[in-house]
Nanobody, 115 residues
């Protein structure tokens, strides 16, 4: 079993910053992708950013230049540094991991950006 533990999130004013972290443990095997999705009220869950290889990262167009993902391989942890936050970044952010045996979602952490 894979476990994902998320931390970070909270309430911030527009233009502010937050940092999310996600630590994976358990039977990880070879991780295919690991990163973050988000879901705003009334909208579908969407990709924010994820690693697709040891170094390659994909970002949603809406966050490019503002969000940066990093990873700590020794601790199977990924971080999402979110700068210049906007009200439209508000939502529940979910950590996601995929390996050859399936996928796992975190419990989600709320990010609220006030205008």
């Amino acid at each position: 079993q894979v476990q994902l533990v998320e931390s970070g999130g909270g309430l911030v004013q527009a233009g502010g910053s937050l940092r999310l972290s996600c630590s994976a443990s358990g039977r990880l095997f070879s991780i295919s992708t690991m990163g973050w999705y988000r879901q705003a009220p009334g909208k579908q869950r969407e990709l924010v950013a994820h690693f697709t290889s040891a170094i390659h990262r994909d970002y949603a167009d809406s966050v490019k230049g503002r969000f940066t993902m990093s990873r700590d391989n020794a601790q199977n942890t990924v971080h999402l540094q979110m700068n210049d936050l906007k009200p439209e970044d508000t939502g529940v952010y979910y950590c996601h991991l995929r390996n050859p045996y399936g996928e796992k979602w975190g419990q989600g952490t709320q990010v609220t950006v006030s205008s």
